[in-house]
Nanobody, 127 residues
Framework: QVRLVESGGGSVQAGGSLSLSCVISGAIKYERTGCIGWFRQAPGKEREWVGNIWSVGSPTYYADFAKDRFTISRENGGSTLILAMSNLKPEDTATYFC??????????????????WGQGTPVTVSS
């Protein structure tokens, strides 16, 4: 019964900014969820981890390519996940997904740790 819906994708020029939103609803206990994250997948490539935030204390972690350019945050009591992206590059072009793990995981960087996924929102960065 868990549902995740992403929005905010679109086209942007290189160097620009874009903010994505993910509304989370259903049987999720936010205080017990260890992994709430963002992934992306470009055509012909494997789905890759962008970053994640913990439900308790809200510390954040990022892939090297996202460090200092992307910011993950939560709002609306934790029901909305935000991915704010800046200084976008053509290689950032991909479909972006938000995801939630049903219980604490040993690693939040692996796609297999997540049980619930949104349908994705496409982002295109032009040079």
């Amino acid at each position: 019964q868990v549902r995740l819906v992403e929005s905010g994708g679109g086209s942007v020029q290189a160097g620009g900014s874009l903010s994505l939103s993910c509304v989370i609803s259903g049987a999720i206990k936010y205080e017990r969820t260890g992994c709430i994250g963002w992934f992306r997948q470009a055509p012909g490539k494997e789905r890759e981890w962008v970053g994640n935030i913990w439900s308790v204390g809200s510390p954040t972690y990022y892939a090297d390519f996202a460090k200092d350019r992307f910011t993950i945050s939560r709002e609306n009591g934790g029901s909305t996940l935000i991915l704010a992206m800046s200084n976008l590059k053509p290689e950032d072009t991909a479909t972006y997904f938000c995801a939630v793990a049903p219980s604490p995981q040993i690693s939040c960087a692996n796609a297999g740790a997540y049980a619930y996924w949104g349908q994705g929102t496409p982002v295109t960065v032009s040079s």
